[in-house]
């Protein structure tokens, strides 16, 4: 049983590059949330998604886009990298009910020099 | 001030001790509440998840939840090194048109001495 699945789970980046950060899950869960957590830090939301074609920001979403074509992927980009994005990204999905709790990936840790 | 408030640590213990953990937090309209584990170079994962306020037990761990005080703790009994971890209390609204979008506290750091 997979679960969320996040890859790369490293990568460097030159300032001014662009990447995407993969996130699938297998458990047909409808919610589905990017995070970043800086060292000593609790994980802020950069975006979110209730369903396929619908996605909101959340508190840090400047610098990064995202997209939701089906239930199991949501990617998560970045155009134009800055060192201001260095930071573990971690992906979470739900099923969307009040009383199910998010479960996450192993996170993809990014550095950008 | 944060929304959810967390001391860093670290918290070392010796084994076999009872971990105490707490959070506290602003906004009174936060309604589910959890505590989840996270190991070095891992994802968070959930360790418990209550409603409202009282208490939840769960093996070796207790969560409270006071919402009068706003005010919540995780106990974690015969504490053993593999609990050793980063403990997470996230909260939520709980308004599925709003996401269902989690506030996190920023993690203490737990090392449970052998």
């Known amino acids: 049983n997979a679960g969320v699945t996040q890859t790369p789970k490293f990568r460097i980046l030159k300032i001014g590059q662009s990447m995407t950060l993969q996130c699938a899950q297998d458990?047909?869960?409808?919610?589905m949330y990017w995070y970043r957590q800086d060292p000593g830090m609790g994980l802020k939301l950069i975006y979110y998604s209730v369903g396929a074609g619908i996605t909101d920001k959340g508190e840090v979403p400047n610098g990064y886009n995202v997209s939701r074509s089906t239930t199991e992927d949501f990617p998560l980009r970045l155009e134009l990298a800055a060192p201001s994005q260095t930071s573990v990204y971690f992906c979470?999905?739900?099923?969307?009910?009040?009383?199910?709790?998010?479960?996450f990936g192993d996170g993809t840790r990014l550095s950008i020099l | 001030q944060k929304e959810v408030e967390q001391d860093p640590g670290p918290l070392s213990v010796p084994e076999g001790a009872i971990v105490s953990l707490n959070c506290t937090y602003s906004?009174?309209?936060?309604?589910?509440f959890m505590w989840y584990r996270q190991y070095s170079r891992k994802g968070p994962e959930l360790l418990m998840y209550t409603y409202s306020s009282g208490n939840k037990e769960d093996g070796r761990f207790t969560a409270q939840v006071d919402k009068s005080s706003k005010y919540i703790s995780l106990f974690i009994r015969d504490s053993q090194p593999s609990d050793s971890a980063t403990y997470l209390c996230a909260m939520t609204f709980g308004y599925k048109a709003a996401g269902n979008k989690l506030t996190f506290g920023g993690g203490t750091r737990v090392l449970v001495k052998p």
């Open positions: 906004n009174s309209a936060f309604q589910y």
């Open positions: 979470a999905s739900s099923p969307g009910l009040s009383n199910q709790p998010q479960h």
């Open positions: 458990m047909n869960h409808n919610y």
